[in-house]
């Protein structure tokens, strides 16, 4: 019987019952595979479903501080003590956290009320009609021939032609510079690279389950590590209905509260 690839969310502990601030729209989780959902409109969905969370606050990072950025470093999963570097022990310490797998840093543009050992959970984050940007390393294909890596035709089966019928052919290293310019399509590696899939309408969520479903296909396998973030692409229909309800979001996707300065020193 295979193994099951599934990576197992860490369970929150005491200290991560207070909830960390939704400003931070980002979350990690497990890609579990693929279904289909009807729409309340009936109309028939292909949708991915991620078990988002949930997740733990770790480390948080202000502009003022000796990083010069704010930002908060969030974890998922879980991992034997055998496996803990030292440098990640002090962390779930600090935040008196479980072992946790996988860590990521978001940028944020201000990391007030964030503190180690908050929870992140789906609830408060993402609601059905949200979009998000989904990232994950992509299906390792390994090693491919320029045939298939990049649809090369071939050489020709016969007139004098002899074992070359998936030949690249030439590389022009003869002309005028005497070497092979940079970007020559040939050989190479194929996946295994981080992919972001943009702009995934978010179909459906299940806060007692940590299951969000986007619409269409997620990079990477199932039980791959995935990212969920606010997506940063240009939707004009969003930002209308924003712009229209008066809300005013700085670029990292943070609510700018009414009478606060959008840039510093503006009077």
Same mark, same amino acid.
């Given at each position: ?111 007030? @009320? ?17 979009? &998000?940007? &989904? ?56 996946? @295994? ?20 479903? &986007? ?22 229909? &969003? ?6 309800? @008066? ?17 510093? @020193?503006?009077?």
């Amino acid at each position: 019987m295979a193994e099951e690839t599934t990576e197992t969310a860490a369970a929150p502990t005491a200290a991560q019952t207070k909830q960390a601030p939704a400003t931070l729209r980002a979350l990690l989780g497990t890609k579990m595979g693929m279904t289909q959902l009807f729409t309340p409109e009936g109309e028939l969905k292909g949708v991915t479903i991620i078990k988002a969370g949930p997740c733990a606050v770790l480390q948080v990072k202000k502009a003022d501080g000796p990083d010069g950025y704010a930002a908060v470093l969030i974890g998922f999963g879980e991992k034997p003590a055998k496996a803990v570097r030292s440098s990640e022990a002090g962390l779930f310490k600090k935040a008196g956290t479980t072992n946790l797998r996988h860590l990521r840093e978001f940028r944020i543009g201000d990391s007030k @009320g964030f503190e180690p050992g908050q929870a992140l959970t789906l609830e408060g984050r993402f609601e059905v009609g949200d979009y &998000v940007d &989904v990232q994950a390393p992509s299906k390792a294909s390994g090693f491919q021939g320029a045939m298939k890596a990049h649809n090369f035709r071939g050489m020709p089966a016969s007139h004098g032609s002899s074992d070359k019928e998936r030949s690249p052919g030439s590389l022009a290293s003869r002309r005028s510079l005497g070497r092979v310019l940079k970007g020559q399509r040939m050989a190479t590696r194929k996946g @295994g690279e981080t992919t972001t899939a943009q702009k995934m309408a978010v179909i459906k969520v299940e806060l007692e389950s940590n299951l969000i479903y &986007v619409n269409g296909p997620v990079p990477g396998p199932a039980g791959a590590v995935v990212a969920i973030i606010e997506t940063s692409a240009n939707l004009k229909k &969003v930002k209308a209905a924003v712009k229209a309800s @008066g809300i005013r979001k700085d670029k990292m996707g943070n609510i700018i509260q009414p009478g606060a300065d959008k840039k510093k @020193g503006k009077k």
